[in-house]
């Protein structure tokens, strides 16, 4: 094994994405069609490298309004994120990897850090770590009872250890 001969480390890492949410009910935060864009997501085609593993141990779920419609980095940049606004934690979410389901219609009330001074921001601690294998396609959507307004955009982040070459 690479690891055990020193050809691979294990490093500290969060993967993530952001998407516009603006009219919608339904968010997938990872695309096969998305590219790796600063400030947008660092994943290409919504997988991990070849020969990278990546082992989640929390989720960060955060929110805020973009200055404009517009899907780029720059507004992305602009967004200054903090918790979900209260009525979206009557919303759902659902983390897969490949077709395998993690998590299934969780309530986004797990992200709800109000109060909490010991937790980040959006923080869920996941009690079972959650296993990425290299090539494998990340799914994690957003499901509201409600279309969101326009021009918000949510922030996921997969916390976690991943591998890579030295």
Do not use: W
Request: proline residues 2%.
């Amino acid at each position: 094994m690479d690891l055990s001969k020193g050809l691979l480390q294990v490093c500290d890492k969060t993967i993530y994405a952001s998407k516009m949410g603006g009219g919608l009910q339904t968010v997938k935060m990872f695309d096969n069609a998305d590219d790796r864009v600063i400030g947008m997501t660092n994943l290409n085609d919504a997988k991990l490298e070849k020969d990278q593993f990546f082992l989640c141990t929390g989720i960060i779920l955060l929110g805020g309004l973009a200055k404009t419609d517009e899907k780029t980095r720059e507004n992305f940049g602009a967004v200054d994120f903090d918790r979900l606004k209260a009525p979206m934690f009557n919303g759902e979410y659902t983390f897969k990897i490949g077709d395998r389901v993690l998590i299934k219609n969780s309530s986004l009330q797990d992200f709800n850090t109000e109060g909490q001074s010991n937790v980040k921001t959006g923080y869920l601690r996941l009690e079972n770590p959650k296993f990425i294998e290299p090539q494998t396609e990340v799914h994690f959507d957003l499901d509201f009872p409600i279309s969101i307004e326009e021009k918000y955009v949510f922030k996921v982040a997969l916390v976690g250890a991943i591998t890579e070459r030295r």
